[in-house]
């Protein structure tokens, strides 16, 4: 399967805590995404690499979420201090164009 | 800031009867994607609209890009049991060609067998 991969699928959590997730894009796109999504509402940008390069981080995002794509290659999203409202479902995307491939996501559950 | 409406939230139709979703843009778009979500699903992507009044069939999928180009439809002929799942638009932020896209909240179609 070349899709895009991410892991783990379930995630739950204390409050305090810090979590990381992991992406694994499709080999030959450049771009890589994290959008994060709660129920009822479509995905919204965290988020965005263009290669090893970090362009664009959301005004939403609080310093306590970075992310990471060292090489180029795979992403880590890492979320320090874990709050309530974090419990979501973080979804990453890669892309060539502007057509968007989407993991099967980590659903976060923070107790 | 730029925002991207859908309605309705959620629609319950009957197999075999039409469903249709509209998108609104406060802002112009330079294009408009659509991306169903089956339950438990990830979003995946259907169609891509660039120009302005443009139509685009996909069997009984039919998508319309409005001359404005600030908004959108999806309709849906004769719906069946495999249409179930949420439907986003979504548009690129500003004139953005990054591939950062701002998405509708979705229509959730029901479709009773």
């Known amino acids: 399967d070349t899709g895009v991969s991410q892991n783990p699928r379930h995630k739950i959590t204390k409050r305090g805590q810090n979590v990381t997730f992991r992406c694994d894009p499709i080999s030959e796109h450049n771009r890589l995404y994290w959008y994060r999504q709660t129920l009822g509402q479509g995905p919204e940008f965290l988020t965005y690499?263009?290669?090893?390069?970090?362009?664009?981080k959301s005004r939403l995002l609080s310093d306590r979420f970075s992310a990471e794509r060292p090489k180029g290659s795979f992403s880590t999203l890492e979320i320090q201090r874990t709050e309530q409202g974090d419990s979501a479902m973080y979804l990453c995307?890669?892309?060539?164009?502007?057509?968007?491939?989407f993991g099967s996501g980590t659903q976060l559950s923070v107790l | 800031g730029q925002q991207v409406m859908q309605i309705p939230q959620y629609q319950h139709v009957q197999e075999g009867e039409d469903f249709t979703t509209y998108c609104n843009s406060s802002?112009?778009?330079?294009?408009i994607q659509w991306y169903k979500q089956r339950p438990g699903g990830h979003p995946v992507f259907l169609i891509q609209l660039v120009k302005s009044g443009e139509v685009k069939k996909q069997k009984r999928l039919t998508f319309q890009f409005g001359e404005a180009k600030k908004n959108s439809s999806l309709h849906i002929t004769a719906t069946q049991t495999t249409d179930v799942g949420t439907y986003f638009c979504?548009?690129?932020?500003?004139?953005?060609?990054?591939?950062?896209?701002?998405f509708g909240q979705g229509t959730t179609l029901q479709v009773k067998p």
């Open positions: 995307a890669s892309s060539s164009g502007r057509k968007l491939f």
């Open positions: 802002t112009t778009l330079s294009n």
């Open positions: 979504a548009g690129p932020e500003g004139s953005s060609n990054t591939g950062k896209l701002i």
């Open positions: 690499f263009q290669n090893e390069a970090q362009l664009e």
